[in-house]
Each structure stands twice: as structure tokens, then as C-alpha cells.
């Protein structure tokens, strides 16, 4: 059993490692608070995100700012247990424990809600959409950090039922082109490698959708030797999967002879019952998609009322006579089979939540009720942090054009 000190001496290990590793959530720090001002002090700050330990650089950033902050997860099962303890220990409300039932996940953003918090951060609009349900109007503003969020806020938008203005953090260039595209492509093999040590190398892996998310999952699993096939519904993006040399086929066809499945929508019951039923025996299913529903779930679930707990976040069910192993209960791979992304890939996200958080209390009240993009001019100041991060400089334009 390890106990509550350990736990915090080790979450406080891992944050100051991922710190070293983004430089630039520093450099915002210093850059926007002088010695009699800090940007956001005394503001209420709700956050729902992923507790990893880049996450808790960035609610330490926020705090250093000035901001008093109430946080809860996006997620039961991506919980790091060690950064928990230490934000705890750091004086941070955190309403959030690994593995917490889903009555809990929701009582812990209750809780949240009734911090009274004027700006709220989320990542897949649950915390939003609660908000929206239980109404309190000392909501000011907020941010949404991933595509499945942003496409619900626009629901709300549309539908004329958005209650307050909120950034698109995923939106950002500096978001999605490297966040979901790069992070989510690495951190989702290493959380099937960690997770089933399986030996990509001749394997047939199956990419379902071919966004931001699918072509770095796609990329990375062809970089370790597997053979990909993508399936779409985009003929656009089908097209730019086969430019891109990969087989491009349905689901129907390549459930017969993938051996990995993993889910990169966003949308609902993409492998369903049709599919799972003709499948080989012993094939892996797991998702990088923000939500549990990409695979379904319950239709394994009413083939084996007994599943095998292989091992963490293996669980073997038996369909039709052959073995099919869910990873990670279909929740996102990356983050509860590993330790989701890289913290050099964060810390462009954090950025943006950063510099969109301070940017929304500096407008307090004088926006519209509407989905914002990120500023320009903050997608370009972060890539510009990044690059000098890493040492790259770019050349400047003479001004002239033929
Ligand atoms: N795991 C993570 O850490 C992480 C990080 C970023 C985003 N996400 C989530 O991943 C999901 C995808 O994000 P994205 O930015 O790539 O979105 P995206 O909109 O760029 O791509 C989704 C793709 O899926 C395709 N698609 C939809 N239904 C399909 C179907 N039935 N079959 C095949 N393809 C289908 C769409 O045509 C689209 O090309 C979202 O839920 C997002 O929130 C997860």
C-alpha cells in the first residue's frame, strides 16, 4: 500500500519533470505578471481537465498567477493518483480519486460548480454542459480544450442555448496540429504497448476516422512496422489517407483481417456488433476518441457477462466463440493505458488555456455569448515561444513579391 506521503513525494517528482519539459508555461508567467500585478488575480477558476502531471503545471501556472482554482477530472479512469495528492498538498481544491465511480465523476464537478467559479476550462464539455443544466450566473467565460467538446458547445450554439462565451481551445493551430496530431499519435502506441506489450511489426492495425487524431495514430503505429488500414466517411480525407499510402477500406472488409482496432472519431458505435462479430480470434479493441461510446461496449458486455481480468485494462470477453480484448474499458488509451502526451506537446495546449484564460478575464463581461477561436495573435506568440523553446529560429520575409 503506498502511503499519502509517498504518493505526493512522487506526484511532486513527476510534475517538476514534466516542468523542465515545458519552458514555455515559465516564460507566460513571467512575461504577463509584474511584481504589483498578477493577470488573474483573485479570479475563480473551474477546471475539468485530465490530472496528469502536465496538468499540474498548468494549474500551478494558474495559481502563480493569482487565480483561486476548484479542479475535477475529464475523465474516472485518467486520473494520476501521485498528482492528485500533490495538488492536494499544494493547497489546490481537488475533487478527484482513480477509479472514481461515475455518481462520483459527477458529484466532484458538482463540487466545482459550487466553488463559484467565473471561468471555467473543460475538456469534453461535461463540466459545460452540467453548468448549463444547473445554471448560476457568476459564470463569466470559458475554454474548451478537444474537438468532441467544441462540437457539442456548437450544438448549444446553434441551438441559440449557449449560456456564456467560451474559446475553442482546440481550434488553435498550435492546439490540434501537434496536440492531437502528434501527442495522441504517440502517447496512444505507448498505451497500447504498455498495455498489451504487443509486437506491432506485421500486424494489421485499423484506424477508424482519419482526423487530427487518426493520422498521427496512423503514423506512428506505420513508424513501429504495422500495416494500416484507415476507414472513413470522408471522401476527402480518405482520399488523403490512400495519397498518404495507406489502405483505405470499410470496416465491414477490414474487421475480417485487422488484429488492432483502434477508434479516432469522435462519434458514437463506430464498431458495433456487424463488425465485432466477424472478427478473428484474439483481436485488440481500444479507443483514442474523447468518449467511451466509438466501440460498443455493451454489446461485448451482453456476450460475456464474465469477462477475464487479464491484467490492468485487459479485459477478455468471449463473442461467438473467439476472444476479443478491450483495452481500457474503451476509454481513451493514451491517457488511462499511459500517461496521455508528451509534456512538450502540453505545453503548446497549456499555452493556449493560458493565454485564452487571461485574455477572457481581461474582457470580462464585454464579449458575446458565442464559440470563439483562439486570437490570432495568440496561436502566433505560442509557436513563436515554442520554436525559441527549442532553440529554432525562422527567417523574417523581405517584405517583397514578384
Ligand atoms: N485521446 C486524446 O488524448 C485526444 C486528443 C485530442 C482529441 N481527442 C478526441 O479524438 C476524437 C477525434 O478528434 P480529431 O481532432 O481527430 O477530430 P476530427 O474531426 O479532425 O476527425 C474525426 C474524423 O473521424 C471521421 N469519422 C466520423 N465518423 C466516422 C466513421 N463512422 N467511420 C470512420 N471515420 C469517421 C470524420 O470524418 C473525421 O475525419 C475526438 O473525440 C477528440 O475529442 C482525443
Redesign the pocket.
Known sequence: MTSRSSLVLEGRKSHEWAKTRMRIIDRIIKDLSTPKALPLEGIRLGICLHITKETSVLVMALKAMGAEIALCSANPLSIQNDIACFLKDQKIRIFATRGESYKQYHDNMLKVIRFKPEIVTDD?AELHLMLHRYWSNNIVAGTEE????VTRLKELELGRKLKYPIIAI?NARTK?LF??RY??GQ??VDGLMRTTSVFLPGKHAIV????????GVASRLRGMGAIVTV????PI?ALEAHMEGYEVSH?ASACLYGDIFIT????YR?IRKEHIDRMKDGVFLCN????DYEIDIDYIRSQDRKPKEIRPNIQQYIVKGKCVYLLASGR????VGAE??PPEVMALSFANQMLSIVYLAKKMGSLETKVYDVPEHIDRRISEYALNSFGIGVDQSNGKSF
Open positions: 469534453g478537444t474537438t468532441s467538446g482546440n490540434f496536440d492531437n501527442g495522441t502517447s496512444t477508424c476516422g482519419y482526423g487530427w487524431v487518426g493520422k476507414t472513413e466517411i470522408d480525407r470496416l479516432c472519431t469522435g462519434s463506430i483514442a476518441g474523447h468518449f481513451v488509451i493514451n491517457l496521455g502526451h
